[in-house]
Nanobody, 128 residues
Framework: VQLQASGGGSVQAGGSLRLSCAAS????????MGWFRRAPGKEREFLAT?????????????YYVDSVKDRFTISRDNAKDTVYLQMNNLKPEDTAVYYC?????????????????WGQGTLVTVSS
């Protein structure tokens, strides 16, 4: 799976951005997708994931790190093979390179080592 992230840019605090991550390859609807970021001088940080629950009540579920769960929303459009990250009320501390990632594996989807494919990153800069 190849991933192409886009949508980054510069915004003032309180503003919004929507990141997109387009996937190429088969079976996008079965992929578990995640968003991460790396701020200057910091480790890569998990933000959000959306995964297929499977089973009789199969649906997509989302999970967020506490620091963004009230401001960021992950979603997907399987018809476009694309996952999104809507970011609202952005803060200067959200400045980072944002990465999307994909995996067919199940498990702890907040862990970077579970993901097989990574996008190239898109820079988000939030000014105060």
């Amino acid at each position: 799976v190849q991933l192409q992230a886009s949508g980054g840019g510069s915004v003032q605090a309180g503003g919004s951005l929507r990141l997109s991550c387009a996937a190429s390859g088969r079976n996008f609807s079965s992929l578990n997708m995640g968003w991460f970021r790396r701020a200057p001088g910091k480790e890569r940080e998990f933000l959000a994931t959306i995964w297929w629950s499977g089973g009789s009540a199969a649906k997509y579920n989302a999970y967020y790190v506490d620091s963004v769960k009230d401001r960021f929303t992950i979603s997907r459009d399987n018809a476009k093979d694309t996952v999104y990250l809507q970011m609202n009320n952005l803060k200067p501390e959200d400045t980072a390179v944002y990465y999307c990632a994909a995996t067919f594996q199940r498990g702890e989807l907040s862990q970077t080592n579970l993901y097989d494919s990574w996008g190239q990153g898109t820079l988000v800069t939030v000014s105060s």
